[in-house]
């Protein structure tokens, strides 16, 4: 049995304390336990500096239509990334990792006096895969004043998994990702206010959920200002209503959003200028 994720408590920075589902007899590996019997382990994670490098490869296909000012785009994706770092679980670590002997820097599994240890080191075992379907889209009128101009994106995630050692585990993404950008603009000077949503996903067990979520920005780009050659000046204000991130409904003190709901609401102004 491996997978990515552990049902963890307590857990402090490199130390945690997963559940196993059984505890083998001494003995070279590989083990096995016909009983289950779940105790709480110690595990001691540390770093491995012979770590591969991770490769990734995308496929897709498209297709685009475009009249006037108007566009749509849509394409199919597949995206895995392999060789990335993971652990195996507490219960595969004591069925497969050697007896720690003196002077062992690897991973090994501890016992003193009835307490067990499992000391884990990060390997080259985890290989992620998502498939689905982007959307773009737009539209600009021009006015009397200006113009008017609205664009947009959708992301449909059709699967995600991860496998760690061979074996399939859940990954959980929102379904569903939309951001929609309207415009206004006169000259050099546009104004635009976006909103961005996210649908709501279960944990990694299945047991919870963390909830939707949306956000606003304001942004305020003015080109050449004060009639500056070669020179943007940009302000505004992302996760105006200071969203806050979602918490998972078994565990509040879980949380998941994207990286502005953590920030909170954030004002910023940018010069760019070339010479």
């Known amino acids: 049995m491996s997978q990515l994720w552990d049902v963890v408590r307590h857990s402090t920075g490199a130390q945690d304390h997963p559940y196993i589902r059984c505890v083998p007899e001494r003995g070279p590996p590989p083990r096995s336990c016909d009983t289950r019997n779940w105790r ?37 994706y597949r995206l895995t990334t392999s060789d990335l770092p993971g652990r195996h679980s507490g219960t595969s670590a004591m069925l497969n990792h050697p007896e720690c002997s003196p002077g062992s820097s690897g991973s090994c599994i501890e016992r003193a006096a009835g307490d067990i240890t499992i000391h884990e080191r990060f390997v080259n075992i985890a290989e992620t895969r998502v498939s689905g379907v982007n959307t773009r889209f737009g539209t600009r009128t021009e006015t009397g004043w200006g113009f008017v101009a609205m664009r947009g ?38 104004a635009s206010w976006a909103v961005n949503w996210r649908d709501e996903i279960q944990n990694h067990w299945g047991y919870g959920r963390f909830g939707s979520w949306t956000g606003h920005d304001l942004t305020l780009d003015w080109k050449m200002p004060l009639g500056l050659d070669n020179t943007r000046l940009t302000a505004g204000v992302y996760n105006v209503t200071d ?16 990286v502005a709901a953590g920030w909170g609401r954030t004002f910023f102004v940018t010069l760019n200028m070339k010479f």
């Open 40 to 76: 709480q382990v110690t595990r001691i994670t540390t770093g491995n500096p012979e770590l591969d490098p991770s490769g990734s490869e995308r496929r897709s296909i498209g297709f685009e239509a475009r009249r006037g000012p108007s566009y749509f785009l849509a394409d199919w």
């Open 243 to 258: 969203a806050k991130l979602s918490t998972n409904t078994a565990n509040p003190s879980a949380t998941d959003g994207p």
């Open 153 to 190: 994106l959708w992301r449909y995630v059709t699967r995600s998994e991860v496998l760690v050692a061979g074996r399939k585990n859940p990954n959980p993404l929102p379904r569903n990702a939309v951001r929609i950008v309207t415009s206004a603009g006169r000259n050099n000077l546009t």
